[in-house]
C-alpha cells in the first residue's frame, strides 16, 4: 500500500519510493527557486529490502509516492539454514523469510518483521 504526498512533506528518516522500491530517506536538500524555475529537491535514499542507494531531484511542488511501511511481529516455527518458517501473530499466516547474518533465530522465539509493498524482511 502506497499514499501521495508533495515532495516538500518528505522528512529525513521518513520513507519514499524510488523506482517502485520502499526507501528510508537519508537526506533532502532544497535549491532555491530560479528566475524560471520551482524550487528543486535532491531527495538520497538508501532501498529498505536490498539496501542499494538511490537518488531523486523533483520540484518540491510535485507529487510522489510513499509506502505505508508497517513492523509486525511473528514467531519462529523453524529455521534450516538461513531461512525461517515464521508466524504472523495477528493473522496467523506463515512464510518463509531468508534469515539476516548476524541474527540468531530459535523455534518459539517472536521477533519483529517489516513488510511494505507485499515485501518482508526480518529486523535486525
Known sequence: MKQQAEVRQLREGGYVIIDDEPCEILSISVSKPGKHGAAKARID??????????????????KIYIPIVERKRAQVISVVGNVAQLMDL???????LTVPEGVELEPG??????ESLGKRKIEK
Do not use: H, L, M
Open 109 to 114: 522465539k517472536e521477533i519483529f518483521y517489516i
Open 45 to 62: 535514499a538508501v532501498g529498505i529490502f536490498d539496501g542499494q542507494k538511490r537518488s531523486i531531484v523533483q520540484p518540491v511542488t510535485a
Open 90 to 96: 495477528t493473522t496467523y499466516e506463515t512464510f518463509e
